[in-house]
């Protein structure tokens, strides 16, 4: 486990420990506020993040998202409860261990871009080793490869001002990888970029992540981005956590009334995956069949067409009645591969959004296949239009 919170508190206010009294540790928020002078920014807060998983914090404002990802790193100290990253007592570190693990586990990236306006794109992305004390070939090479992951090479000798917002937030984005550090956490770092910047970004994060596997902790008030990003969501209100799940539970099946707020308008298109709508097959034809068998199985069916699959379920393609008819007539004992007509299998993480480009109310249902080629079902066209269109994923 990468990170594991246990039972944190952070109390705004003069003597803060007094909330955790059993007189008041329970008391709603606004009441706790009026009667102690406090102000409860976390609340008995439980976490555990895996390594390598991206984790997204999300929920309106003033809902402890933010609080949270910075009293990881303990910017904000907290009022109780104990922080484990990487194994490590986070809580317990002393000042001078606390920088150690700060400059070279863990790598922040802001909302606001914070890049040295004097500085260029080289010494902005290497400006974290410089802090480590880092030599300065050493650095620069390091930053240098960051520019590239994020796809800045060319722009290292230019001054942020010559930046776009999208491309500034790649800077900051290189100047957290320049560290490679085992953790990423990322504090609503695409809220200020315009729309079709923003889902660029998030698309290059997905893509990003797929290649260097960092366990990244990413906070957000926008239910698409996080439903588009993370591996699993925690959803926060008032300072607690209300819900940690994957993307798919947090739609079908919402903790409160709160939660089922926030997904209500969320398009399961974007989440739902092929293996979510998927079924089996009406009819399914093995190759050993023969056309003979292979015929009176379509009629005995009344099917004009059916899958056909080996004898380890290994997709094939699709057989027609005609083509059928015709191997019957020309008098051959199998169904070759090459007989068939082949529809393009799609994968079974495949989100449903990315199949509307294939399918039509007409056409035929999609074949799901594993990585060896194993037909796992099928998605019929009306599932990814009803998806699409009026947010139902049944088919």
Request: proline share 5%.
């Amino acid at each position: 486990m990468a990170v594991r919170a246990n039972g944190i508190w952070k109390v705004f206010g003069r003597n803060p420990e007094r909330v955790l009294e059993p007189k008041f540790r329970d008391l709603p928020k606004n009441e706790l506020q009026r009667k102690t002078g406090c102000v409860v920014g976390l609340r008995d807060v439980n976490l555990e993040v895996k390594t390598g998983e991206l984790f997204v914090l999300m929920g309106l404002s003033g809902s402890g998202k933010s609080t949270m990802i910075r009293t990881l790193l303990r910017l904000v100290e907290p009022t109780a409860g104990t922080l484990h990253v990487d194994g490590k007592d986070v809580s317990a570190m002393s000042h001078k261990e606390l920088l150690e693990f700060r400059r070279n586990l863990v790598s922040m990236v802001f909302q606001s871009y914070g890049l040295l306006p004097h500085y260029t794109v080289l010494e902005n992305a290497a400006y974290g080793l410089r802090l480590r004390g880092d030599e300065k070939e050493k650095r620069e090479a390091r930053a240098m490869e960051a520019l590239n992951m994020v796809g800045l090479a060319g722009w290292e000798n230019y001054y942020p001002t010559s930046l776009s917002g999208g491309m500034q937030q790649r800077v900051g984005l290189a100047r957290a990888l320049a560290k490679n550090p085992d953790i990423l956490l990322m504090d609503e770092p695409f809220s200020g970029l315009d729309p079709l910047i923003r889902r660029q970004m998030q698309d290059e994060l997905v893509d990003l992540q797929s290649d260097i596997g960092k366990t990244i902790i990413f906070v957000t008030h926008d239910l698409p981005e996080a439903l588009k990003l993370g591996d699993r969501i925690a959803i926060m209100r008032d300072g607690e956590v209300v819900q940690v799940a994957e993307p798919e539970e947090i739609l079908s099946n919402p903790h409160d009334e709160y939660v089922r707020a926030f997904t209500r308008d969320a398009s399961p298109a974007r989440v739902y995956t092929a293996s979510t709508v998927m079924e089996e097959p009406e009819m399914l034809l093995y190759r050993w069949q023969g056309p003979l068998t292979a015929r009176n199985e379509m009629e005995r069916q009344k099917r004009e067409w059916s899958f056909v699959v080996d004898r380890r379920r290994t997709y094939l393609g699709v057989a027609t009645r005609d083509v059928i008819e015709r191997l019957a007539k020309e008098k051959r004992t199998t169904v070759e591969k090459e007989d068939l007509m082949y529809l393009e299998p799609v994968r079974p993480d495949v989100v449903i959004e990315d199949l509307f480009g294939v399918v039509s109310s007409e056409s035929y249902p999609l074949p799901v296949t594993d990585d060896d080629g194993k037909l796992l079902g099928v998605v019929r066209p009306r599932a990814i239009l009803n998806a699409l269109s009026t947010g139902e994923a049944d088919a």
